[in-house]
């Protein structure tokens, strides 16, 4: 969702018109190469320490999200449009923003293992890990960095990483 609402986001405004456009002194190019560059290098980091740490891990919810991509993506939208939920609530009755916060941060963290994986999954499944697992690292992150870098793209990201996010809730709940 973050990936989805950074892409579309100064596209929305920018057809809005200047009056309720938010002047933020970068242009939408800009910003949506930020964005790129950003999903990128999350994807590049979070894969790396996943494939270091947990590796079995990474690979079992990377065989799970291939498996059954249209019930991860559909767990892990439902999943978030809930979360989301929640947190607006919290964050209305004031005291549970001491909660919200927290849950927010949690929820993003496993968004982007959730992302990784995914990304990880589709670089593995073209490029193959025989020779080591840089190569379909970088290549899930520029997929990644692509897709948000065309705007439009963001779409298809955040569908993605849905499908992770879901995998990846699937074994905690």
């Known amino acids: 969702m973050f990936a989805l609402v950074s892409a579309i986001e100064p596209s929305i405004l920018?057809?809005?018109g200047p009056e309720v456009a938010p002047s933020t002194g970068t242009s939408g190019i800009t910003s949506l190469l930020g964005s790129a560059i950003g999903a990128f290098?999350?994807?590049l980091i979070v894969g790396a320490i996943l494939i270091a740490v947990a590796p079995e891990y990474t690979r079992g919810r990377m065989d799970d999200v291939m498996k059954e991509p249209v019930g991860s993506f559909l767990y892990g939208l439902v999943s978030?449009?809930?979360l989301l939920i929640v947190v607006v609530i919290l964050i209305v009755t004031v005291i549970g923003i001491f909660i919200a916060i927290p849950l927010a941060f949690a929820a993003y963290i496993l968004w982007a293992v959730g992302a990784a994986i995914a990304f990880l999954a589709i670089g593995d499944r073209l490029v193959g890990h025989a020779d080591g697992?840089?190569?379909?690292?970088l290549v899930g992150a520029a997929i990644n960095g692509a897709l948000t870098l065309t705007g439009i793209g963001g779409i298809i990201t955040f569908a993605?990483?849905?499908?992770?996010?879901?995998t990846v809730l699937r074994k905690i709940i």
């Open 41 to 43: 290098l999350t994807t």
């Open 80 to 82: 978030l449009v809930l």
């Open 160 to 166: 993605i990483g849905a499908a992770g996010f879901g």
């Open 14 to 16: 920018a057809q809005m």
């Open 133 to 137: 697992w840089a190569k379909p690292l």
